[in-house]
């Protein structure tokens, strides 16, 4: 696909809907306590194209690569240690062959490296921006469409990360950042602060990922909104989890809840729309026939 069509579609106004979730959809279907998305990347890439095809065939325009952990630091004394080309090049082989012919952009998905940057914690700025143009490159060495940096957390990991990214590609760039602690962040950074600091950064889109109630992430959404021009990507949590004596997990909203609440969030001024943890391809058919019912119904 064309990368500057996805630009396009941002410029125009295009109402576009981005997958679900990656990592609760497969523990859902067998991914064992400690194995990450990345682990079936290699070992079970059919479960990975699989889940990529339900999202598609429920009407997702956009599908990210589970590629999530997949920085050098994130899989550092891991069974993938030294692997992150062979790791991201090969979702993104994935994620293409689950796209097809189709007219569906495929994002290489970008997350937090796994540790704090000092003085908070161990990590140099330096390697942080080294390990996301490190994937970045092969992402994008891959054929990605654009790249999300996402569940973002901490300010400066966020600029090191952008930093790195553009170092090594000028492919459409998202950032999103996860409020868990409802209205800001891990490090206390608000949906504002986000905004104004980014703003004069090379970024194509800013967004809100993950977190914890829709309510909160509403709120979020709306203070993004009147803070920043930029187009705004929003996929959420499918509501608070909460664990079994069986110690599974599930999600509060259901997937008619998740569709019926999709107006609010285009209304307040998102633009990409999907969902996080508990986001199953049933919430977001659901997503979509209320984003784009004319699509949907056809």
């Known amino acids: 696909m064309n ?27 067998g991914l064992p306590h400690g194995t990450t998305a990345e682990n079936w990347v290699l070992e079970q890439p059919e479960q990975i194209v699989r889940l990529h095809q339900e999202f598609i065939t429920a009407g997702a325009d956009l599908i990210l690569t589970s590629t999530f952990g997949a920085t050098s630091l994130r899989l550092a004394g891991s069974s993938l240690d030294g692997r992150v080309v062979e790791v991201n090049q090969r979702a993104v082989q994935l994620a293409r062959q689950a796209a097809g012919n189709s007219k569906v952009w495929v994002a290489g998905s970008l997350g937090p490296v796994g540790g704090l940057l000092k003085p908070y914690g161990p990590l140099e700025v330096q390697a942080v921006t080294q390990s996301y143009a490190e994937q970045a490159h092969a992402l994008a060495e891959a054929g990605v469409d654009l790249l999300a940096i996402e569940t973002q957390f ?7 990360a952008i930093q790195g990214v553009r170092s090594v590609t000028g492919l459409p760039l998202v950032c999103s950042f996860s409020y ?3 209205r800001r962040t891990m490090m206390g950074l608000s949906p504002t602060q986000a905004a104004r600091q ?12 993950c977190g914890r109630s829709l309510e909160e992430n509403l709120q979020n959404l709306v203070e993004l909104r009147q803070a920043t021009s930029l187009p705004i990507w929003f996929k959420p949590n499918a509501g608070l989890p909460h664990i079994d004596e069986q110690n599974r997990t599930s999600y509060s909203i259901s997937p008619a809840e998740m569709g019926a609440q999709a107006i609010a969030w285009l209304e307040a001024g998102a633009q990409v729309i999907g969902g996080c943890c508990g986001t199953s391809p049933e919430h977001l058919a659901q997503i979509a026939l209320a984003i784009k019912p ?5």
């Not at 125009?12 to 279907?29: H, P």
């Not at 980014?198 to 990922?209: K, M, P, R, S, V």
């Not at 004319?294 to 056809?298: D, N, Y």
């Open 3 to 29: 990368n500057s069509t996805f630009l396009d579609a941002l410029k125009s106004g295009r109402r576009i809907v981005s997958d679900g979730a990656t990592g609760t959809n497969l523990i859902a279907r």
């Open 180 to 182: 868990d602690r409802g």
């Open 294 to 298: 004319a699509r949907a119904a056809g």
């Open 154 to 160: 901490d300010l400066g990991e966020a600029k090191a």
């Open 198 to 209: 980014l703003a004069e950064l090379a970024i194509d889109a800013i967004g809100i990922n």
